[in-house]
Nanobody, 123 residues
């Protein structure tokens, strides 16, 4: 599976930004998917995950109520809509695909990774 994340950029605090993750290779609908982020000098952390159908989602407490993960299996694409952005959301955002249909919160459960897309939130 090849994953291509896009949509990062510079936004002011309180603003919104949408990320996309386009997948190719292994049938997209067979994979649970997730978003992770890594701020400068910090470890990569879980942001959100979604199961194969999109019916089940899970969020880190830090983004719950502000971020929404979704997917369109017909387009082989996953999304992350980020609202009410804060400076502490500044990070490289990575999309990942699991080798089965479930959603996971641990990086170790994801087999495929895309490159990061940088999100910068100014105060």
């Amino acid at each position: 599976v090849q994953l291509q994340a896009s949509g990062g950029g510079l936004v002011q605090a309180g603003g919104s930004l949408g990320l996309s993750c386009a997948a190719s290779g292994r049938p997209f609908s067979f994979s649970g998917m997730g978003w992770f982020r890594q701020a400068p000098g910090k470890e990569r952390e879980f942001v959100a995950a979604i199961n194969w159908s999109g019916r089940n989602t899970y969020y880190a407490d830090s983004v719950k109520g502000r971020f929404t993960i979704s997917r369109d299996n017909a387009k082989n694409t996953m999304y992350l809509q980020m609202n009410s952005l804060k400076p502490e959301d500044t990070a490289d955002y990575y999309c990942a695909a699991a080798s089965d249909t479930f959603l996971y919160t641990s990086m170790n459960d994801y087999k495929y990774w895309g490159q990061g897309t940088l999100v910068t939130v100014s105060s």
